[in-house]
T-cell receptor
Framework: DTAVSQTPKYLVTQMGNDKSIKCEQN?????MYWYKQDSKKFLKIMFS???????INETVPNRFSPKSPDKAHLNLHINSLELGDSAVYFC?????????????FGDGTRLSIL | EDQVTQSPEALRLQEGESSSLNCSYT??????LFWYRQDPGKGPEFLFT???AGEEKEKERLKATLTKKESFLHITAPKPEDSATYLC????????????FGTGTRLQVFP
């Protein structure tokens, strides 16, 4: 059983479009995250939700809007896509906030903007 | 500013040739240091958490150690299946579980 699953795995779209990425975890975790991995493989946090409440919001353009309908899901909606948004987006989850709770990652969504 | 630097950027080893990967960090108030393994096209897979200087953790051919300024991931007698990118991340400060990642070491082990 996949612990953290993301859909779609690949997303190719035109500049200016709006798209969504979905994430679901079946680990029973309370906290979920979105990370962006750029072409140099640098992984950087974007958002974090704990029990459906936003707790981390890094300096991300407001074209990116996360939504958590319940503890097991955290979706990412991106408006007016730009070339610089091309990257791999990873969803992760952990049992709670705190250093003793490692984060577990999905396999990523590769977003390519034409 | 909190920073994590990994070296080398890439490492090629012969099967059985032991080596170490380095992760140096500059953070205020380290709460934990994490090692992850990432295979191509996959997400990072959790390996270890280290909490304080002097701590060591082992898993099969991997051993992670921590000092006040850096962490090492020692790979003993590696096999081709150990080929992957190894990522180091730190959690620093209070009231946050944000992970700050290094850019990784790409390890290739040849038979």
């Amino acid at each position: 059983d996949t612990a953290v699953s993301q859909t779609p795995k690949y997303l190719v779209t035109q500049m200016g479009n709006d798209k969504s990425i979905k994430c679901e975890q079946n680990l029973g975790h309370d906290t979920m995250y979105w990370y962006k991995q750029d072409s140099k493989k640098f992984l950087k946090i974007m958002f974090s939700y704990n029990n459906k409440e936003l707790i981390i919001n890094e300096t991300v353009p407001n074209r990116f809007s996360p939504k958590s309908p319940d503890k097991a899901h955290l979706n990412l909606h991106i408006n007016s896509l730009e070339l610089g948004d091309s990257a791999v987006y990873f969803c992760a989850s952990s049992a709670g906030t705190g250093v003793r709770q490692p984060q577990h990652f999905g396999d990523g969504t590769r977003l390519s903007i034409l | 500013e909190d920073q994590v630097t990994q070296s080398p950027e890439a490492l090629r080893l012969q099967e059985g040739e032991s080596s170490s990967l380095n992760c140096s960090y500059t953070v205020s108030g380290l709460r934990g240091l994490f090692w992850y393994r990432q295979d191509p096209g996959k997400g990072p897979e959790f390996l270890f958490t280290l909490y304080s200087a002097g701590e060591e953790k082992e898993k099969e051919r991997l051993k992670a150690t921590l000092t006040k300024k850096e962490s090492f991931l020692h790979i003993t007698a590696p096999k081709p299946e150990d080929s992957a990118t190894y990522l180091c991340a730190v959690q620093a400060g209070y009231n946050t579980d944000k992970l700050i990642f290094g850019t990784g070491t790409r390890l290739q082990v040849f038979p």
